[in-house]
């Protein structure tokens, strides 16, 4: 007799294969969703979260190339008043350390002498007048004489050559009335430029002008003011052989621009500009001599004043800053590390400009979009992925917690669409 429960179930081909196909499709639908161009980065062995790490995205741009050198503030122009009279000084007729104007009175000299001077000169000017006027008449009257030998003509030549000695007297006393008349001037000593005049050097009741012309005081003009400063040779002909090359363009047609910061970090207001570079190299040092000028309406700044000076003498097209903790520079070469489409750093060689604001020029070697790391260099792991996260300079205002996550999303780029369809597919 047949045992039933002897019997198995007989699986047949075709049923397995209906039981396995929404599993199949399942699968094929997941890899097809997942393709090797949208792989997302690889999670670490052990299923440890991807570590952050700050980036900035490489933008390029116009940048301008400062140099920031030291420099000494200096008088548009300088004048030293001197007493060109001799005689005592009797009045000082200005407020120290105030502004003047060109032709104000500054001091007062005894001038009693040189308007006696001047009187005595006016009157040997007056008979050498006179003189010529009976010179001249004699000589006229001697003309028409000497035509019908009513006199000689050695007295007519007398006659002429006293006229012309009474005209040369004459030339005489004017020019000592001239002369007079200036050193009566000097008794006033004015002021030869506008500007601000330092401390009297001498006081009323001083004898000046005896011998030598006696400093007084001191004007200078400080608006504007110049700005005396150096550069390196090599540097010079460095800038100079980029601009003709084409890699720099020149920052201005008319003249580079000039900023000036001050002891305490701070940076004045008003922008300068380049007047000249010195035609010799200084054989000590190797540097040339540059000045530039700069505005001073309100008399801030003041001359003798050392200063740091931030030149722009050119411009870098398509050129990159990055943090400088960005950038590696060694003997060997400057290299930073880009954070490429997988998720994993390599590093990358770049060629350096200058330093601008904190921060490195990069003229060479990467491209717009490229996602260079800035922080978290302590959280790579050999070649294992990271996950690159908007970088926040430190002091500035972080992102909000909406925005830092679209602007997480977009930095993570292609890489974020296939991991959403992966866990929707897992759902």
């Not at 949208?38 to 952050?52: F, I, N, V, Y």
């Not at 000689?152 to 006659?159: D, K, P, R, T």
């Not at 390599?346 to 060629?351: D, E, G, H, N």
Request: with cysteine; aromatic share 4%.
């Amino acid at each position: 007799m047949l045992d039933l429960t002897d019997l198995k179930p007989v699986v047949r081909p075709r049923d397995l294969l209906s039981r396995a196909a929404p599993a199949l499709v399942g699968l094929a639908w997941m890899l097809t969703g997942c393709g090797p161009s949208a792989a997302p980065p690889a999670a670490p062995p052990g299923g440890m979260p991807l570590a952050e790490v700050g980036v900035v995205t490489v933008a390029p741009g116009d940048i301008g190339l400062f140099t920031e050198l030291p420099g000494r503030l200096e008088a548009s122009r300088v004048a030293q008043v001197r007493a060109r009279a001799a005689g005592i000084l009797q009045k000082r007729l200005f407020v120290e350390g105030s502004d003047v104007k060109a032709g104000q009175v500054l001091f007062e000299i005894d001038s009693g002498p040189y308007q006696a001077a001047h009187a005595s000169a006016l009157a040997s000017l007056a008979r050498a007048e006179a003189n010529l006027m009976q010179a001249s008449a004699q000589a006229e009257r001697y003309k028409p004489l000497v035509a019908v030998q009513a006199v000689s003509q050695q007295e007519f030549v007398n006659a002429q050559a006293a006229q012309k000695q009474a005209e040369a007297d004459v030339a005489t006393g004017k020019a000592a009335v001239q002369t007079a008349r200036i050193n009566l001037a000097y008794a006033s000593v004015t002021a030869p430029i506008a500007g601000r005049i330092g401390r009297a050097l001498v006081t009323e009741g001083a004898l000046v002008g005896q011998g030598e012309a006696t400093p007084l005081a001191v004007i200078q003009q400080i608006n504007p003011l110049y700005v005396n400063f150096t550069q390196s040779a090599s540097e010079v002909i460095a800038l100079r052989r980029a601009l003709e090359s084409g890699r720099f363009k020149r920052a201005g047609n008319n003249a580079a621009s000039v900023r000036v910061l001050l002891d305490d970090g701070s940076e004045y207001p008003l922008a300068g500009k380049l007047l000249f570079s010195d035609l010799t190299v200084d054989a000590t040092t190797g540097q040339i001599m540059l000045r530039a000028e700069l505005p001073n309406p309100k008399g801030a700044l003041l001359p003798g004043l050392y200063v740091r000076v931030r030149l722009e003498q050119a411009q870098a097209s398509n050129a990159i800053t990055l943090p400088q903790q960005a950038v590696t520079r060694s003997p060997q070469g400057d290299s930073v590390l880009v954070v490429g489409p997988d998720g994993k750093v390599k590093p990358r060689p770049v060629k350096v400009g200058s330093q601008q604001g904190g921060q490195w020029v990069i003229v060479d070697g990467l491209k717009a979009g490229e996602q260079v790391m800035v922080d978290g260099f302590q959280k790579l792991r050999g070649d294992v992925p990271v996950k690159p996260v908007p970088w926040v300079a430190p002091g500035s205002k972080p992102l909000a917690p909406a925005s830092a996550a679209s602007a997480a999303s977009a930095a993570a780029g292609p890489a974020s669409a296939p991991a959403s369809a992966a866990s929707g597919a897992s759902r």
